[in-house]
């Protein structure tokens, strides 16, 4: 039975696929399991570097990534508009008042 990648983390089901690398990346595609919850931490984490940077990550960034998540060093990220529009699509805040 197949179970979330990072350690001590005992979620079985509805694990998502998470793209350590990508076909175009040297040695992809490599993906592992993680449950939701982690999987929205690392998703947030490497997307805050990469527009940051302006640039997406590299191989070498994501592998570093995939590994500060397992060994514990990611933590839950704070939920901004950013983060949770590409979670869950744009947040509608209503009309805007022009100065």
Not at 42 to 68: C, D, M, N, P
């Amino acid at each position: 039975m197949s179970r979330c990648s990072v350690a001590g983390c005992r979620v079985t089901e509805n694990l998502e696929q998470h793209h350590i690398l990508y076909p175009q990346h040297q040695g992809g595609p490599v993906t592992r399991p993680l449950c939701h919850e982690h999987h929205e931490w690392i998703t947030a984490k490497q997307g805050y570097v990469a527009r940051k940077q302006h640039h997406e990550l590299s191989a070498r960034q994501r592998w570093y990534f995939w590994f500060q998540l397992i060994g514990g060093k990611i933590k839950k990220p704070r939920r901004t508009r950013r983060h949770l529009d590409w979670w869950q699509g744009p947040i509608d805040l209503g009309p805007v008042d022009q100065i």
